[in-house]
């Protein structure tokens, strides 16, 4: 069964740079090579982080030295963008794009990137990643193996190296000479190498603080590295912040669990060897920046936020499967979430103070590979990190949605499922390495996963404990809410109500598929002036009903639809 990776991840739809995280569906080696401009290996030298030249996005720039060209021709310093980073207390956290670390090596996919970053004034050439994260093959150089979000081969050199010059039909040419890239080492007794008896607690949540502690010896009295097993990836490893190593001797270890850490063995690295642990169970993760967890406040002043669909996204058949996934998350956590009943023309997939529901848009089309993505801007301060605005965006283009509310065929994906998983990134979630969680980072095509699991309300319920007594940066405190009472029945009604023709030329008509009791049917203008209001409630229950507005000015109006316990709006263009 063919895998699909959600990774927020997230997105770049502007400035003709295009990368997106989200739900991530795989595309094979040969498709990445066939379609990159240039294959190279190279070792992350420094980052940092830029606007764009209208202050719309954060990118960071990653400078490559590059060892090996597989494809075209490198200079030996570039440049991979890649969307998020923090300037100055402002943060775009793209759940799960492409995060690069100094000192990392692997072998990059890429093509060239023509964003402008205020603040960088290099002449190194700049590439972006094809086919999002999965264009970055990961080098673990302790044990020699290569990997990215679906794949590991087991060798560098023998396996990787051959399967990318097979398609290639070249040997790679250097363009740095390195050195052996195992740094694993022969067995020598005169070496320290690291051993761990035992480690406590067993069962710990990443993200959140929690910290285990290793017992053993030879871990060294200068402090080494803590690698945690890697939710993000099919294998591999995500290294602790040094400052979340709270102790370090020769025979003890505290260290705080970080928020990319799944289900898996733990690694202590000093200079002479590893050791790894017995496997740590992590049943959710939290998203942090720089450490610290991303927590939510009230934004819109009614103690939470408020999302504004896109024209598109109100119209079309996406809305009532993420509907049901939005009302999911709400009814499981009581995060403070609503929907305004107005769509929105205006807003994008930057800072903007408007929290979006969208398609990726014409002309800025998802990257290969890519179903939906979530941005979290963030401001940071000593103490925390809060989260200002929420961005969702789903790929339009894919052919093979389930919109449900039917089971998934073997060859579709399902639309609900990946919106609730990106609603999960939205409320604070990192993936985790339990198999058929809502937040594995894959889905295969027939897959349905559309509620939250019992560790995933446990997470939600921790971010929003958090969120709700534990102010963060000046912000007000976000309240929780209860499952709307309304929530399913306007789902039901929106689902039954069909209004044509629209655009109309002043007569249009309502007609109800189900025995909803409608009760009136009243419409605004743009400026939410009322123009028109009929009432209906001892009328039968699915007569079709007329509404005239011919003597009304043409220009855009609002229908408000309600039955006896629910209301929804149409939009209704008079032309």
């Not at 991303?294 to 939470?304: A, E, K």
Request: with cysteine; proline share 3%; charged share 15%.
């Amino acid at each position: 069964m063919r895998k699909i990776t959600f990774l927020s991840f997230s997105i770049l739809l502007f400035s003709n740079f295009l990368l997106a995280q989200g739900g991530l569906y795989e595309v094979p080696l040969d498709e990445q090579v066939n379609n990159s401009q240039l294959i190279v290996e190279g070792k992350v030298i420094s980052t940092e982080s830029f606007w764009d030249e209208d202050y719309k996005l954060i990118y960071t720039l990653n400078t490559i030295e590059v060892s090996k060209s597989f494809k075209g021709q490198s200079k030996p310093i570039i440049e991979v963008v890649t969307l998020g980073g923090v300037v100055g207390d402002t943060g775009l956290s793209v759940t799960h794009h492409l995060e690069l670390s100094k000192n990392e090596t692997g072998v990059f996919l890429l093509n060239d990137s023509n964003v402008q970053l205020i603040g960088s004034e290099t002449d190194n050439p700049k590439y972006k990643v094809y086919s999002s994260a999965q264009g970055f093959y990961r080098y673990d150089n302790v044990t020699n193996k290569v990997s990215n979000v679906f794949e590991t081969y087991g060798d560098i050199e023998d396996e990787f190296y051959e399967a990318v010059e097979s398609m290639t039909k070249k040997k790679f040419t250097e363009i740095k000479k390195t050195s052996k890239l195992s740094l694993v080492k022969e067995s020598n007794s005169s070496l320290a190498i690291p051993f761990v008896s035992n480690f406590s607690p067993s069962t710990v949540t990443a993200g959140t603080g929690n910290t285990i502690t290793i017992n053993g010896f030879n871990f060294g009295a200068t402090q080494g590295t803590v690698q945690f097993t890697n939710a993000d990836e099919v294998s591999g490893f995500v290294d602790a912040l040094s400052s979340d190593i709270t102790n370090w001797t020769n025979t003890s270890i505290t260290v705080k669990v970080p928020h990319r850490a799944g289900t898996g063995v733990v690694r202590v690295r000093n200079d002479d060897g590893f050791s790894d642990t017995g496997q740590l169970t992590i049943p959710f993760a939290i998203q942090n920046r720089n450490g610290l967890m991303m927590q939510h406040y009230d934004t819109d002043n009614n103690g939470g936020y408020t999302w504004q669909m896109s024209v598109e996204f109100f119209n079309s058949t996406a809305k009532a499967p993420f509907l049901r996934a939005f009302n999911n998350v709400v009814c499981s956590t009581g995060i403070n979430w609503v929907l305004s009943p107005t769509n929105t023309s205006g807003g994008g997939f930057f800072r903007d103070g408007i929290n979006v529901i969208a398609f990726d848009p014409p002309g800025d089309e998802f990257a290969a590979g890519v179903l939906g993505a979530a941005l979290n801007w963030t401001t940071s301060c000593v103490t925390g990190v809060v989260v200002d605005e929420i961005d969702f965006v789903f790929d339009n283009e894919r052919s093979n949605w389930n919109y449900g509310p039917g089971s998934t065929p073997g060859n579709q994906i399902d639309f609900e499922t990946v919106a609730l998983h990106e609603l999960g990134h939205g409320h604070g979630f990192g993936h985790v390495k339990t198999n058929g969680d809502l937040m594995f980072r894959s889905v295969g095509n027939g897959v349905d996963n559309r509620t939250f699991g019992v560790e995933n309300i446990n997470g939600g319920n921790f971010i929003n404990i958090e969120s709700s007594t534990n102010a963060q940066c000046g912000k007000t405190l976000m309240s929780t809410i209860t499952c709307p009472s309304l929530g399913l029945d306007e789902l039901a009604l929106n689902e039954s109500v069909n209004l044509y023709p629209n655009p109309t030329n002043g007569v249009f008509y309502i007609t109800n598929n189900l025995s909803i009791n409608l009760q009136k049917i009243v419409v605004f203008d743009v400026s939410g002036r009322l123009v028109s209001e009929k009432n209906y409630a001892n009328t039968q229950s699915n007569a079709t009903k007329v509404i005239n507005l011919e003597a009304m000015s043409k220009g855009v109006y609002f229908v408000n639809i309600h039955s006896d316990v629910a209301k929804i709006t149409r939009k209704l263009v008079l032309d």
